[in-house]
């Protein structure tokens, strides 16, 4: 059985805003949250969508069934189901952190976007020569050269917070 780390969600989804769309967002929230020092909840392992925690798609579940997160499932028109996660009574925070500042610029960013700035942090982290490559080559569908460019923007602004593990400077060229 999983660790279950229900209030460590909480956390996330109360850093980003109160409010996460989508399990993808969730976990690429929490990655970037890990890779930069800020989080040390989670471990995350490469799958299809890029860097995943077994433990918090649990932790997650269970804190929408018993803790004070909810999640409310969406049908879209094409029949895919998405989940929005929200914490129950949320109030912001007086001071801004370095962890809400990252949750919440990550949560407002395109989810095709953070997928691909989570994913090349990830493979840069993994030691491959050129994470952008990699990444473009592992997800050919999502990748054109608007998204490279923007998932690239995105890590540029992330970097601009002060973090315990600073990302990658080659991926912020």
Known sequence: MSDIKIN?????????????????RLQKIAYLLTATGLDENFEFIYKHYGPFSADLASSAEFGALIGNLTEEKTQTQWGAVYSTYTVDGFQPPEVM???GQLASIAAASDSIELELAATAVFLAREGYDDPWEETSQRKPEKVTPVRLQNAK??????????VPQPIPEGLLQ
């Open 153 to 162: 923007a995105l890590l540029i602004q992330l970097s601009q917070i002060a």
């Open 97 to 99: 952190t370095a962890r």
């Open 8 to 24: 460590e969600v909480v956390s996330i989804v109360g850093e980003a805003g109160g409010r996460v769309v989508g399990r993808t």
